[in-house]
């Protein structure tokens, strides 16, 4: 049975950084994007940053140039690397994991990222 687990969120002030890290355990599964996504109460979820197999990378404008994706896929494993926070980046952060071969969708719970002074 395939898991998506996270963790890293947390609270912290405006200006600071976290790193949140994703792990997607269970198999047979090889894993095609990987992307975090986030939510605020009474909003879709949206996506924050994506990357390939391959490594390539997209951003969402407001996550350009102040955060970081990368992914070890022999660990199965993907973080996000944020830094320059804003109380509005407050949100549950999901991971999204898409199998390689059948486009199956996993998620992740949710880490909670909340910005506040």
């Given at each position: ?37 986030r939510?605020?109460p ?58 390689l ?17």
């Amino acid at each position: 049975q395939v898991q998506v687990v996270e963790s890293g969120g947390g609270l912290v002030q405006p200006g600071g950084s976290l790193t949140l890290s994703c792990v997607v355990t269970g198999s047979p599964l090889s894993i095609g994007d990987m992307a975090w996504y986030r939510q605020i109460p009474g909003d879709l979820r949206r996506l924050v940053a994506q990357v390939s197999r391959e490594g390539v990378i997209y951003y969402e404008d407001f996550a350009k140039g102040r955060w970081t994706i990368s992914r070890d896929n022999a660990r199965k494993s993907m973080n996000l690397q944020m830094s320059s926070l804003k109380p509005e980046d407050t949100a549950v952060y999901y991971c999204n994991a898409v199998d390689l071969v059948d486009r199956s969708q996993f998620w992740g719970q949710g880490t909670q990222v909340t910005v506040s002074s």
